[in-house]
């Protein structure tokens, strides 16, 4: 089975660098991904980790370590968009190559 | 370019009553397609999933069912909707990462 562990939520300043961490258990592992949703929106693919180390997409960029089952995203110049809920998605094992979703941190950025 | 069309985008039901959600995808062949059920303020549940035409795996129990008749068209189904069956649906579609795309999503509230 997985077991997904992100903070509810959290709150930042705009312009303010965020970094929002992810904790995992899972049955093998093949790769761990990033996404945004806004409400009531669907959510969209923000990054993509399967080594260990720092992937950097413009103002996003994603941070994994295997060993610690530990990822992170890091939103810098934050900006009132960016409030979203965030989830964390670890590819397992087994058939359908499927993402198990953690239940998502819900950004708010403030003035 | 891919894209992932899903109808309708809302859509109230009376209990008792059948459902049918359709998604399709352009642009790729034989992609794996998922179908998603994220309750009010919960996180992503995958529903079934589907590698090819007529195969569909199922993740959890339920009174719902899928089928994917066609390469690019995944459908789900119920023949009696409960209450519980409310929520946002999301179909997916697995690119070359394993990253995943979703549709917009049908808003399904069951009355």
């Known amino acids: 089975g997985q077991n997904i562990d992100q903070p509810t939520e959290m709150t930042a300043t705009e312009g303010a660098i965020v970094q929002i961490n992810c904790t995992y258990q899972?049955?093998?592992?093949?790769?761990l991904f990033w996404y945004q949703q806004h409400a009531g929106e669907a959510p969209t693919f923000l990054s993509y980790?399967?080594?260990?180390g720092l992937e950097e997409k413009g103002r996003f960029s994603s941070f994994l370590s295997r060993s610690k089952g530990y990822s992170y995203l890091l939103l810098k110049e934050l900006q009132m968009k960016d409030s979203a809920s965030y989830l964390c998605?670890?590819?397992?094992?087994?058939?359908?190559?499927?993402?198990?979703f953690g239940t998502g941190t819900q950004l708010k950025v403030e003035l | 370019s891919q894209t992932i069309h899903q109808w309708p985008a809302t859509l109230v039901q009376p209990v008792g009553s059948p459902l049918s959600l359709e998604c399709t995808v352009e642009?790729?062949?034989?992609?794996?397609l998922y179908w998603y059920r994220q309750a009010a303020g919960r996180g992503l549940q995958l529903l079934f999933y589907?590698?090819?035409?007529?195969?569909i795996s199922s993740e959890v129990p339920q009174n719902l069912s899928a089928s994917r008749p066609q390469d690019r068209q995944f459908i789900l189904s119920s023949k009696k909707l409960l209450l519980s069956d409310s929520g946002f649906y999301l179909c997916?579609?697995?690119?070359?990462?394993?990253?995943?795309?979703f549709g917009p999503g049908t808003r399904l509230t069951v009355t």
């Open positions: 997916a579609w697995s690119g070359q990462l394993y990253e995943q795309y």
């Open positions: 899972t049955s093998g592992f093949n790769g």
């Open positions: 980790n399967v080594l260990d």
């Open positions: 998605a670890p590819r397992g094992g087994g058939g359908g190559n499927k993402l198990t």
């Open positions: 642009g790729t062949s034989n992609p794996n």
């Open positions: 589907s590698v090819g035409i007529g195969q």
